[in-house]
Every structure is written in C-alpha cells, then in structure tokens.
C-alpha cells in the first residue's frame, strides 16, 4: 500500500496521499470480487513489463567493461563504512524472500487446488522468476550508476528511479515503466494483505480462502479489511513510505528463520510429502541455507544499531566512480530538466508543499529550431505545472494556457526539492489548495481549529 500511490503520482501530478484512498479501495476491490487465479497471473503478466530497464540499460549505451568491474570487484567507499554495505545486503536478502510469501504461495496452493502434477510448474515458476527478478534487480541499479551516479543524485522519491528510463526511451518507455511498477505495487499489496488474513484465519482456525464466498468466510475478509484500513491510517500520517519499506525487509531478515525452519522440517515428514520427503543432497542444501539465514537473521538488529539504520549515505551510495568516466565540470549552475527539475517537488518558504514540476519554460531559440553556433545556452524563466497526465502517455504538450507559471526568480534553491522564496497562497499553482480551504474545507465545523 505505501508503494502503490507513487506511480499514480508519477503519472498524473496529483499529490501522493490524494492516491491513497483510491489505491485502498481498488485493492479491496480486487480482493472482494476478483478470482484467486486471475488476480495472480494478470498483476504477474502485467509486471513483466518492468523489463523495460533492462531495454533502458542496453539503449544508454553503457562502458559494459566499467559496469562489470563494479559488479565483480566491489569496494567500499573511504567515505563509508563496510558496516553499512552489510546492512543494505541483509536488507535485499529480506526484500528477496519476505515471510509472507511463504503464507501467500503456499495458501495459494489451496486456493488452486495445486496436485503432485503441479509441483513441476511451481519448480519452474522458481527457475524461472527467481533469476530475472535478480537480472532485474541488476538493471536497475546498472540504470542508476549509468545516469543518476554520475549526476550525485541519491534516490528519495520512485520518479528519480524513473529518470533513466524517460532518458534512455522517452515517453514510450516511461510509459510502459509506470504500467509495470504500477502492476508490481499492485500485487504486492494483494499479497500482503490475503497474507494477513491467510495468516490470522489459519492460526485461529477461521474459515478462509477466495474460493468461498465472503460471506462463508467473514472472519478472514473482515481481518483483510482491518489491515488495510490500518495500513492507509499509518500512511496518511504523512511517515515516509521508503523508511517504512526499508525497516520492513530488514525485519523480514529477522523472522525469516521462523519461517523457513518449519518448512524444512516439513519437508523431510513421510506423513505430510509421502514419497517426495528431502532427499540427502537437498538437505545438505537447505542446512547451508538455513545457516545463512541464521547469520542474516542475528547480524541484522545489531547492523541497523551499528549503522543507525543504514545512516546517511553519500550521494554516490553503494559504488565506487573512480573507474567511471567522470561528468564533465560545468562552467555555471547547469540544470539538466529531467534529473534536476521534472517531476520535483516545490515548497514553499514555510516548507509547505505547493505543486510538483511538469514542464519548464526557457528563453532562448524556439523548439525545433536549428541553433546557430555560438549561441547563448537558454535560460529557465518559469516552472510549469498543470494536467499533463495525457500528454505523458500519447504525447504531446497541453496548451500553455493549462499551464500555470511559477517564476524562476522565486526560486531560493533547487536540491532534492525545489524551494521557493515566497508563500504558497501569493501562487497561482496553490489555487485549488485555497479554494478548497475557502469553501469547502474551511466551511465544516472544525476546519479551521487546531487539532486538540
């Protein structure tokens, strides 16, 4: 649930908590009247579409030999610590093999009425989707050391992920980047929730599973229900969803022995498997596993002290540049529009949030012009903003009377978010913010009081 809003603020502009009930409501959807199957493999299928990094990586034309290096010969930074490296492994490892999948696939089983014949599928499903969710995974970082390293960029918002995509593929690959991050959200917090109530219904002996109708399992759709509410109510308090997926996955590490464990056991049960117990080789296997598991599991709560959590990382977190070309020196404040500027957040002297950025206007030659040698650079005369959601996926610019200006003189400064020198209310881009507040918000008993 604290990922599925980003891409929708991605897409549309539209503040990432307006989202959050909508995303509520459409997973609850989902859930109450979409079949096990079909819900499983359409958000699947869909998020194949996150391949597109991999597209992005080949098109960004990459020093293949430098990449490879930093793969195969990695080295900590003198600005961090070995520790932190550690840390963020752990953190991966957990990302990678979350508990409650083991209570979603293996409910899901049940839920599809899996058979002995099954088993093949379901080995090939892990053959197959374990490796290229890691060739994925690899991608992803690889677009982010080509583009955002270089730039200094540190990653805090899912739209600076999207940058090396839209600079590698354009709209097009923006677009389908979004369907798949928006599919693989999606799934997620399907999962997460049929987790939590596969997981209650099934240690209180309730009746569960999507092939009953609600009603012949209300207990386990009501704790459903419950758990989403309680994961929109901790996200509308405004905490920061990343921290919260952070922190989430490193406990995932932590509680995976509990997990796996039990599994293993069952595993080598003639009574539960019959004729398809463990064999020798592969317990020797899963003891090696269950090892690393353990030292993941005891390393993780100390690491996070150690390292505060990860700490504050350098810009140029998890890899070394010396053996990347380094980006040429400018000769003034030089912006590049996607990495600096678009889709950035705007605050305003108070620290208000006012609008995201959807377009620049520039002085200079007009677009699609030779320009002449010698000419001067073009200079930023306004930020942008404005519905532009459509032109985003078919092309396109609205016309510029959609658009509303906010001048570059305001600006006080341009970092992770981009600062204006003045209040939001002397803003044209805060209009719909006022007018909320003068006659809607501001006329219900209690809207303009503090909060007790």
Not at 32 to 40: S, T
Not at 113 to 119: A, F, I, S
Not at 324 to 344: E, I, M, T, W
Not at 422 to 450: C, F, K, Q, T
């Amino acid at each position: 649930m604290a990922a599925l809003p980003w891409p929708l603020q991605l897409a549309s502009g539209v503040a990432y908590l307006l989202w959050v009930p909508l995303a509520l409501l459409a997973v609850w959807l989902v859930i109450w009247r979409v079949k096990f199957k079909i819900m499983e493999n359409v958000t699947g299928l869909v998020g194949l579409s996150l391949v597109v990094f991999a597209v992005a990586l080949f098109l960004l034309k990459p020093d293949w030999g430098a990449l490879a290096s930093q793969v195969f010969t990695p080295s900590v930074s003198h600005e961090e610590k070995a520790g932190t490296y550690w840390y963020y492994a752990i953190a991966l490892f957990g990302a990678a093999m979350t508990p409650y999948e083991v209570f979603f696939f293996s409910s899901g089983a049940v839920e599809e009425k899996w058979k002995v014949k099954d088993l093949a599928q379901s080995r090939l499903n892990v053959l197959l989707g374990f490796p290229l969710g890691g060739f994925l995974s690899l991608a992803i970082a690889g677009c982010a050391a080509v583009v955002l390293l270089p730039a200094g960029i540190s990653v805090t918002t899912l739209s600076q992920v999207a940058l090396p995509v839209a600079q590698a593929g354009g709209q097009i690959a923006l677009a389908v980047l979004i369907v798949g991050i928006v599919a693989a959200t999606f799934g997620a917090a399907l999962e997460t929730t049929l987790s939590s109530g596969y997981t209650l219904a099934q240690y209180f002996g309730w009746s569960w599973g999507k092939f009953r109708r609600p009603a012949q399992a209300a207990r386990f759709h009501m704790s459903m229900i419950v758990v989403l509410l309680a994961g929109v109510a901790v996200l509308m308090t405004g905490v920061d969803p990343i921290l919260v997926t952070e922190y989430s996955v490193v406990f995932s590490a932590i509680a995976l022995p509990l997990t796996y464990l039990p599994i293993l056991i069952v595993a080598n049960d003639p009574q539960y498997m019959g004729e398809h117990v463990n064999k020798r080789p592969v317990n020797i296997a899963g003891m090696v596993y269950l090892v690393i598991i353990l030292v993941a599991s005891i390393a993780a709560i100390p690491l996070m002290i150690a390292t505060g959590a990860g700490g504050v990382m350098a810009k140029n977190r998890g890899l070394d540049t010396s053996r990347l070309k380094p980006p040429p020196v400018p000769a003034g404040l030089v912006l590049d529009a996607q990495l600096h500027l678009l889709d950035r957040q705007v605050l305003d002297v108070d620290d208000v949030p006012v609008t995201t950025v959807d377009d620049i206007e520039l002085s200079g030659p007009e677009p699609d012009q030779p320009i002449p040698p010698g000419t001067d650079p073009p200079l930023i005369t306004a930020l942008l903003t404005g519905p532009v959601l459509g032109t985003r996926i078919f092309g396109g610019r609205p016309p510029s009377s959609r658009l509303i200006r906010i001048p570059w003189d305001v600006v006080s400064g341009v970092g992770t978010v981009i600062s204006v020198g003045v209040r939001s209310d002397s803003l044209d881009a805060s209009w719909v913010e006022r007018w909320l507040r003068n006659h809607v918000i501001g006329r219900i008993p209690g809207g303009r009081h503090d909060p007790d």
